[in-house]
C-alpha cells in the first residue's frame, strides 16, 4: 500500500495522541507505543507525518549540520564499509537527543557520470546476496533535508563507475530539494540490467507521493536518491554494532556530539 499525504498526516495525528506535540526522546521505542503498532498503528508513517509538519528553520538545519560535521570528523572507512544502517541509525538517535525529528530513508541511489561515462547503483529492489548483505542503501530526512548521507563515499563493491567518482563525493550529501517528477523504471535495473517488475517498482517507489525523490549533481555526475521505506533503528546508542573513530557510538556522542548540543 501506497501512503498519500493525508494517511501520514492521520497517522501523525494518532501518534500524537500518544506522546505529545514535543515527545521525549526515544518515543519511537516506548513500550505504548510499540504496543499500539502492535494494534495496527503506522508508527513509522505517523513519524513521517510529524517531520513533514515541523516547519523548517535555520537554527535547526544548522545544528544538525553541526552534529554531522562531528561524525563525519571521526569516520574511519573500515568502521563504517558498507554499513550506512548501522551509521545512520547511530547518527539518527544523536539527532532525536537533540529534540530534531528524523527517520531514516532506506532506498536506492541511481548514478549517472560523464567521466568516465556510465554510472553506479545501489539497488533496494535486488535480492540479498547473503544473510548479511542489504541491497540498497539509507540516509536521513529532517524537516530541513530530504537527504542527509555520510556513508556514500564508505561503500564496498559497487561496480560501475562508484570508484573513480567516490572521492569527489563530499563527506556530508545534504540536499533540501524534492523533486515530483515520474521516477524512471530504468533507474532500478536488475542483475542483467533491465528494468525491475511491475511488483518490485511500485513497492520502491510507494513513498514517492509523498517524499518525491532527490537529485546530487557534481562536476562529472548525478546522483538520485530514490526512498523507498522510513525506519527508525529499534537499538540505543550503546547497542549498534560500529565503531565512529575507534569509539562505540554511545561514547562518540558523549565526547563530540553533546558539548555541540549543550552549546546550541
Known sequence: MSPSGPD??????????LVGDQPSPRFFNAKRVLAAEEDGLPVMDGMLGRLLETQP????????LQICAEIADRVVAAEVESRCHNLHGALLLMLDSAGIPSVTAWGSVYAETDDPPGGFVLNAELPAENENHRPGHSWIITPEFSVIDLALTYQGQVGGSYASTKAAIPPIVHLSDRRRDPIPREWYPNQQGSPISDDA?????????????????????????????????????????LHIGGLRPDYAFERSVLPVIDGK
Open 201 to 241: 517498482y511500485a513497492n520502491a517507489t510507494k513513498y514517492f507521493d509523498v517524499l518525491g525523490w532527490s537529485e546530487f549533481s557534481g562536476a562529472n555526475f548525478k546522483i538520485r536518491y530514490l526512498p523507498g521505506a522510513v525506519q527508525v533503528p529499534a537499538e540505543d546508542l550503546h547497542d549498534i554494532d
Open 8 to 17: 501520514v498526516e492521520e497517522a501523525w495525528r494518532r501518534l500524537r495522541a
Open 57 to 64: 528553520t535555520r537554527e535547526r538545519g544548522a545544528l544538525t
